[in-house]
């Protein structure tokens, strides 16, 4: 089986660009999720930790945002790529 991609260059150059990239574009979601899940197993990073303690965040507070935007992060991910 083939797939072929044809777009009209320069009009399309965009979604030509995002077309060659789209591997490198999951790559970097995949890799924003485990710094999720980084700072909420491991600790916060300072720049993070100094945000929390600016704002009187309490350490639960912002996993629970984490979290949070971690599974709109996946749910997003399976709408667009209709994957896991």
Known sequence: MKAVLEFQLPEES?????ALNGSLYR????????????QTKY???PTLANLIKKHN????QVD???????DM???KCRETFNDE
Request: net charge negative; charged share 40%.
């Open 14 to 18: 965009i979604e030509h660009k995002r």
């Open 27 to 38: 790559s970097e979601i995949e890799d924003f999720s485990q710094y999720l899940r980084t």
């Open 43 to 45: 600790g916060k990073e």
């Open 57 to 60: 965040l309490y350490d639960e």
């Open 64 to 70: 629970a945002i984490i979290y949070y935007l971690r």
């Open 73 to 75: 992060l996946y749910e």
